[in-house]
Structure formats: C-alpha cells, structure tokens
C-alpha cells in the first residue's frame, strides 16, 4: 500500500523553536478544531483510566462473597462516579473529539463552522467533569469531608430528594452533567452547522462520508435528547433548592415522572454513543478490505431510521415500573424495530468484507471485534426488548452485560480501532503493530471473560449495584471469572498507553496516507496544518482520492 | 481466529442457558432453600409462561446469531488476503437492491411475529386488580427491608411471605399489592415472578401461583441506597394444611412466658417500642419489622444474618456491624442487658 503523490499535498513546514509557557498558551487558547479534538480525546482517554480504575475496584469487592474490601458507601459512590464518568466524561469527549479532528477534514473545510463556540464547547465539558469529581471532595461544603454522589447513574427520584440524599453529592451530580450537556449542545450546533455549510466543492450530502452523515445524525440527537435531561435536573434542583416537588413523593410529586424524563435523553444517549462506532467503522472496514462500502444510500437511511426510532423507545428501560398492557406492548414493538435498520447495517458491512481482500491490521481487528460483539449485543438486546422476558432480566447483571457489550464491545472497541486508524494522521506516526496486537488479544480475551460471564449472574437472579452477596448464593465462581478479566482488560489498556507513548517518541513516520484510503483527510499532510488544506478541493464522488488513484474506473462512474 | 472468538461466544451462551435449567431442575428437595434462584427454573405461573417464551426468543436469536455469525466467519477466512496476492484492488461492488430488500423484509417479519407473541404474553400476565377468590397480600417495601400484610387474615410479618401452594385441581394464587414508604425497590423473586417496582405514591402488582413447595430467594432489584444489597425476601410455599398451621400461629398474640420477664419489662422501657411492635405488648412501633413472632423467621435483617439466639444478641449490640446504614441504631445497652432483651426476643416463636 504505497501512497501516491497527491496534488492536495500541503507543503510541510517547519515551525520555530517555543518555549513551553507558549505551548501551553497555544493548546489552552487554541481554537483549532484538530487541537480541540486533541484535548477532548486526550481528556477522555483519562476519564477512562480513571473510570476504569473505579470498576476494577468494584469487580475486586465481588470476587469474594462478603468481601469487605470496600464498604457499601464507597461501593455505591463507586457505581455510580464510574457509569456517570464513563458515559459523560469519557463516550461523549471521545466521540465529540473524534468527529471534531476529522469532520472539517472530510469534508474539506477548514475548520469548524464556529471556532471559539468548539472551544467553549470543550472547556465546558472539562469543567463539568472536574466539578463532577470535585463532590469527592467538597461535597459537604465546608463542614465536613467530601463525598461523592451515590444514587447511582440515572439518578431515580425520590432517593435524589432532600429526604434521601443529603449534603450536596447529588448537586455536584445534577451541576456537572448539566455543564458538560451545555458543550455537548454546542458541539452538536457546531457539528450541524459546519456539515450543512462548510463542504468543499463537489461534496453534494449524497457524497459526504458515512462517518459525515452518522455524525450529522449524533449531532441532531444530541440536541433533541439533552434538553429534556437539563430540564429534568433543573426541576431536580428546584425540588432540593426552593420547595418544589415536581419528585418528591412525598408531597405528590411523580417518581416515574424523573424516568420518563431521563430515559427519554438516556435511550437516545445510547445511540448517541453507538452511531458514531457505526461511523468508524463503517470508514475502516471498507479501507481493510479494500472495497467500497456497500449500500451507502441504505446505510444512510437505515442510520437516519435509527436515529428517529430511537427516540419513541425510550419506556423499554421502564418495563417494570408498571406501565400497563398498552404502553408497554407498544414499546416492545419500537424497540424491536430498531433491530431491522440495525440488522441492515451489520449485513451491509458483511456486504462489503465479503469479496474483499482483507488486510487484518489492527483497526481491522478491533472492527472485527466489534461485528461480532454488537451482534451479540443486539441480539441481548432483542431479549431485554421482549418486556416479559425482561421482567426477569431488568436490573440484573444479564442488562450490565448487555450495556457493556454494545459499549464497550461496540464503541470502546471501534473507537481503539478509530485511534489506530487516525493517529498516524493526528502526529504523523505509526502506532506499532505489535503492540497493537497484544493490546487487541488481551483486551479481547479480557472483554470475553469478564462479560460474557456477567450474562449469567443476571440469569442466576443476581440484581446488580449490589455490594455483597452471601457465599450460599453460588454466585462466587461467575464473579471470580468476571473479575478475573479485568486484568486482562487492565494489561490490554496498558499495552495501549505504552504504545502510544512509544510510538509519539520513535514511532515510524506516517507519511500522508499509510491505510492507502480515500477520503479527503488523506489528501493532506500529517499531521495537518492549521488550515487543513492549501487549496480547497473538489470532490466528484464519495471516494475523492480513489477517483485520482484509478482515474481508469472512478467512483463517480457507478455513484 | 473468529472462528475462536464465535466458537467461545456461542458455547458459552448455550453452555450457560444449559448449565442455569441442569442446575435449576437438579435443585434440592422441596424444603431446602434454594438460593440461586435462576429464571430457567421456574415453579409458579408468571414465571413458568416467562420461561417458555424466553427460550423462544432465545431461540429465535439463536438461529440469527448462527447464521449472521456463520456468513461473517465465512467472509472474514474465504477473503482474507492470500500469501500469492497480486496486489490489484478487489471488484467493487456498490450495492444490491434485492439483497438490501430481503435483508430489511425479513428482519422485519421477524419482528412482527416476535411482537405479536411478546403482546399476548404481556396480555396474560399483567393484571390490575384481584380476581376475586384470590388471596391479598400487601407488600411495603421499607429502606431496607420488607413489610408483609395479610388484610383477610389480619396478619403483619417481615422478609418471609407465606403462600399456600396451588395446584390445579384447587387452585390457590396469591395477588400481592405493592406500596413503597420510601424510595423505590423492587420486587423479584426470579423462580414465581418476574420483577415488579414497588413505587412510592402508586400501587404496583404481581402474582403468584406457586405449584411446588419450598423456600424461594429473591432480593431487591432497584437500587434504593447503602444496603440495597441486604435487602432480601424469602417465599415459603406451604401445603394447604401447613399454610393454615402457620397462619393460626402468626394471628396469636405474642405469649409471654414468666421466664423472660425481666428482659420484657427492660424492652418495653428502652427506644426498641418506638420503632417495634409485639402484639400483646404496648410495644407498637412501625419503624422497623414486627417481632411478634420474630422467631419464625429463618433470618434476621432481611437476609443479612440467620436468626438464632447468637445472631439476636449480636445484631442487638451493633446492627450496623451486620448491615452498615442500617434505619436501626445501636441502642448502647451492657451486655447483661442485652442478654435479657435477646432472651425475651427469642420466645417470641
Ligand atoms: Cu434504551
Ligand atoms: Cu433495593
């Protein structure tokens, strides 16, 4: 895979020695897209260590029945610092970063349509998150040590009410998500705004990129999901502030009401966070296999069908709640239809490996993975959508199962499949493939282990969020092997870090187009310069850079 | 190497659905406590119709998992690059209408026979209100422990529901009306009935119609603060004449022996009345669980320790040491004093 000299070619410059204060000025004041993609994905690759590290904690409490490694408060902050970081400080920066380096890239723009609105964007995300963790600390105010919030990540009313929840751990809950939402609102106004109005020449939406158009439709999610959450916590905090009882049962507010209000963004989220795994990799696996994606149109659509299915299904977290015959057979049969346009995607990446030459580099592996493990989640998926069967499986670890095979088995593995993909083109070097290999086998065998297991606990009525169980209920073994592939996971998650930092110090040079792909970001340099690309192109097909490689047999040709 | 990862992922899944009915049928004699409750081993009806519709979706999933997972390991080893590869780009191909039609059409009658099923079920299990011969029981869930009534038997009791066994030819199900005093909990005993909330400010229900006896686990399943995790309920399903055995003695007024009465009069002067009720005493309480016939229960602290005379006294003196949080204090009595107030507790069978 040799790169051909690219007429879009950047010329390379080399920028004057600076002294550190001014880098540092540089990445805190930049408006940059690509820097800011930089520093969210940066921020949320922490949060994952971070968060991860909460839940090999947990997994260590469980290995023994009655262990008393940590005690139940510690447990409970633990549970829910961890499922509150991982969804809002570590899926929401990693995607929004991902799409905020590459979109202006793919569709040939220089920027984002609003530069200091991204920056904003990211510095109210980083400060949500931190005044999040601040509640370990001042939770209390001044009067005592900190704690951090302990109702658990979707925060059901009323134990969020003053009366349950005392000292000020929830508030710090409440305020950091609904700092972080603000940036991702913006992002998403951003992401909207910029795909709608910065495309280069020729770019027509038919012949944006599938990860163009997924990210378009995370962006209108985003923006019609998160409104109803930072209404909700704001009744929630008039409710705990100045007497209002929107959820207090106690005074005849609704705890069901906090549900409808909070799956209502929390269904959505989950797409929000998986799309965008589709848009990875639908870019990868058509480049590994050396084939144009199959079905684009259908593609398109079947993401736009998810994104407006996934707004009518969002009850299906509420199945046992008592929602009566007729709301719940109707989201039964929503959210089952969400499999269809979901199915359709899995067949067309099937589509376009089949036939293919399949070159197993790292990111292939990864979306390897992943094709497997989102078949497994949504087909879990499927069960937990059938309600009767999900009265049995709601709440239990057979749901903590599934939630973490379409999270991590779907999203955490595209977005290690998007980083070895991309980061030649962020620095302008190679990842190492050997490492990449040990951290994808360990991190493989160590998802296997830990949730595949987990399905069983669930099925053997082991409720989850609980800190300890009792040795007569045979539930030890399962947890042994559960935690057992934390540290798998844990060493896979090492070899990355390693990696990277090898490969940022003696990484081999990238070049321009290392994948030998064909969308726009490899026409320029790596990494890119500031403003992206010397000239704008003009684009005639979905694969720009496939048309000046085969100027015999161009894409337009068939489009 | 898919092959691998396939091969483990399915073994596993059909291995462990397989494991869960071996263990669930092979499960003990009737009276042992079964305390792995799987959901493939149901005995009463919402659970048992649950169970046969869910190996039909697990079924159903199966076979696409099978054949999705089958086609996607045979493209990944049939177009994996070849050691004698030319170097030139494979044939592209952009699409295919027939193909996206059959793979959008078939999907979708799957999902709506699926549905119809799933609606019929949903149909004859949820109820709303009692038919009419059934018994009512009401349960309160409490931070954390449960509170029992029996309002046609004029019985309150904690943690252990009793219900008769029903078989067909007298069938005998019990319709339980779920409240909450506080936050919201869950109701799950997996092997009679899938989970119900148990919501503050509504009325929540579920039955059951066990058709064997024994002693079934179940525990809370939403997470309702620190010890949610020690926040079981055990179901014991008597025979008929078993079940009318125990509710006679549950209607009896705590009897005081003469034995114990030094550590009755020291109960009744300490805070323990405030929170308790012994009926037959002015201790009347309804903070915590009734102790009229505390010893006829198998645990103490819904599940977190068994109920014997040790366990009494030790749960006495330090609740919090057994389940940290607990609603219950310390009451800092001495030793002696303890031993008396325990004495008194364990003859209230
Ligand atoms: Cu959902
Ligand atoms: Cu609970």
Redesign the pocket.
């Known amino acids: 895979m040799s790169s051909a000299d690219l007429p879009l070619h950047a010329s390379v410059e080399v920028p004057p020695a600076i002294s550190w204060t001014d880098r540092l000025h540089g990445w805190v004041a930049t408006v940059d897209h690509k820097r800011l993609g930089v520093l969210y994905v940066a921020s949320g690759l922490v949060f994952l260590l971070v968060g991860g590290s909460q839940a090999s904690m947990m997994r260590m409490q469980l290995f023994y029945a009655g262990n008393d490694l940590l005690s139940p408060e510690v447990f409970n902050r633990f549970f829910t610092v961890h499922g509150t970081s991982m969804v809002f400080f570590v899926g929401m920066p990693l995607v929004i970063g991902i799409a905020n380096y590459l979109l202006p890239l793919m569709i040939g723009a220089r920027d984002m349509a609003f530069p200091r609105l991204n920056a904003w964007g990211f510095w109210m995300f980083l400060f949500g998150a931190l005044l999040f963790y601040f509640s370990y600390v001042g939770a209390d105010g001044l009067y005592g040590a900190g704690t951090a919030p302990d109702v658990g990540w979707f925060a059901y009313s009323p134990l969020t009410g003053k009366a349950f929840s005392r000292g000020n751990s929830t508030d710090y809950w409440v305020l950091g998500i609904l700092v972080a939402g603000f940036g991702s609102i913006s992002a998403a106004i951003n992401m909207i705004a910029t795909t709608l109005t910065m495309r280069c020449r020729g770019m027509t939406l038919g012949r944006m990129p599938l990860f163009v158009w997924m990210m378009l439709v995370v962006s209108w999610l985003i923006l019609v999901a998160m409104g109803p959450l930072t209404a909700a916590q704001v009744m929630l905090l008039f409710d705990r502030f100045l007497g209002a009882h929107f959820f207090d049962t106690q005074a005849g507010g609704d705890a069901v009401l906090w549900q409808h209000f909070f799956w209502f963004f929390g269904h959505p989220e989950v797409y929000i966070l998986i799309i965008p795994g589709f848009a990875y990799a639908s870019e990868i696996i058509p480049v590994f296999s050396r084939k144009v994606i199959f079905g684009y149109p259908v593609m398109v659509a079947a993401t736009c069908a998810i994104g407006l299915l996934s707004l009518g299904v969002w009850a299906h977290h509420m199945f046992v709640v008592g929602l009566g015959k007729g709301v719940t057979s109707w989201f039964v049969v929503a959210t089952m239809l969400v499999g269809v346009p979901t199915g359709i995607k899995i067949f067309n990446w099937i589509g376009t490996i089949y036939g293919g030459k399949l070159h197993f580099r790292v990111p292939m592996l990864f979306c390897t993975a992943f094709l497997f493990q989102f078949l497994i989640a949504g087909l879990t998926g499927i069960m937990l959508a059938a309600a009767p069967f999900d009265w049995q499986l709601s709440d239990s670890y057979f749901v903590v199962a599934h939630f973490h095979y379409v999270l991590i088995g779907g999203l955490v593995f595209t977005i290690f499949a998007a980083i070895y993909y991309w980061f030649p083109k962020v620095t302008g070097r190679m990842l190492s493939e050997r490492l990449g290999r040990w951290h994808f086998w360990l991190f493989v065998v160590g998802f296997q282990l830990t949730f595949t297991t987990m399905h069983a606990q669930g099925l053997l009525g082991m409720?989850r969020?609980i800190y300890t169980y009792s040795a007569d209920r045979n539930w030890e073994i399962w947890n042994q092997i559960t935690t057992t592939g934390v540290l798998f996971q844990a060493l896979g998650i090492a070899v990355f870090v390693c990696a990277i930092f090898h490969a940022l110090r003696r990484g081999e040079p990238a070049g321009d187009d290392p994948w030998n792909a064909w969308t726009l970001e490899w026409s320029t340099s790596s990494p890119p310069p500031e403003y992206n690309f010397a000239e704008e192109p003009e684009v005639k097909s979905r694969r720009p850079l496939w048309d000046l490689k085969h100027p015999d047999d161009p894409d337009w040709r068939h489009e | 190497m898919p092959r691998l990862r396939l091969a483990e992922s399915s073994l596993l899944f059909v291995g462990l659905a397989f494991c869960t009915r071996v263990a669930g049928a092979l499960s003990g004699p009737a009276q042992a406590p079964i305390s792995t409750p799987s959901i493939f081993a149901p005995v009463s009806r919402p659970a048992v119709v649950i169970d046969a519709y869910a190996w039909l979706v697990v079924a159903v999933c199966g076979v696409i998992f099978v054949l999705v997972a089958g086609l996607l390991c045979f493209a990944l080893l049939r177009f994996r690059l070849r050691g004698d590869d030319d170097g030139r780009e494979p044939p592209q191909v952009y699409g295919s209408n027939p193909l996206e039609l059959a793979w959008t059409l078939i999907p979708l009658i799957t999902v709506f026979l699926l549905s119809l099923v799933s609606i019929r079920v949903v149909g004859e299990l949820q109820l709303e209100t009692r038919p009419p011969d059934w018994m009512p029981v009401t349960v309160v869930?409490h931070?954390?422990w449960w509170e029992l009534h029996y309002p046609e038997l004029g019985i309150t009791t904690a943690n252990e529901l009793h219900v008769p066994v029903s078989d067909p030819a007298s069938p005998r199900p019990t319709f339980l009306n779920l409240q909450s005093q506080d936050?919201?909990?869950?109701f799950w005993i997996p092997q009679l009935a899938g989970k119900m909330d148990v919501v503050p400010g509504r009325q929540n229900h579920v039955w059951v119609e066990p058709a064997r006896t024994g002693v079934y686990v179940g525990?809370?399943?939403?997470?309702?603060?620190t010890?949610?995790?020690n926040?079981l309920l055990r179901v014991v399903v008597h025979t008929p004449e078993d079940f009318e055995r125990w509710a006679r003695g549950q209607q009896r007024q705590a009897v005081s022996e003469a034995s114990v009465a030094e550590g009755r009069d020291l109960f009744l002067r300490t805070a323990c009345v405030s929170c308790h009720t012994v009926r037959g005493t002015p201790a009347a309480g309804r903070v915590g669980p009734d102790l009229t016939h505390l010893m006829s229960r198998a645990t103490l602290g819904a599940g977190a320790l068994r109920n014997d005379a040790a366990n009494l006294n030790a749960w006495i003196q330090s609740p919090d040491h057994f389940k940290p949080g607990v609603h219950m204090p310390a009451m800092g009595l001495q030793d002696a004093e303890i031993n008396l107030v325990a004495g008194f507790l364990a003859t209230l069978k």
């Open positions: 409720p969020r | 869930g931070q954390w936050v919201i909990h869950s525990q809370c399943a939403e997470y309702c603060g010890q949610h995790a926040m």
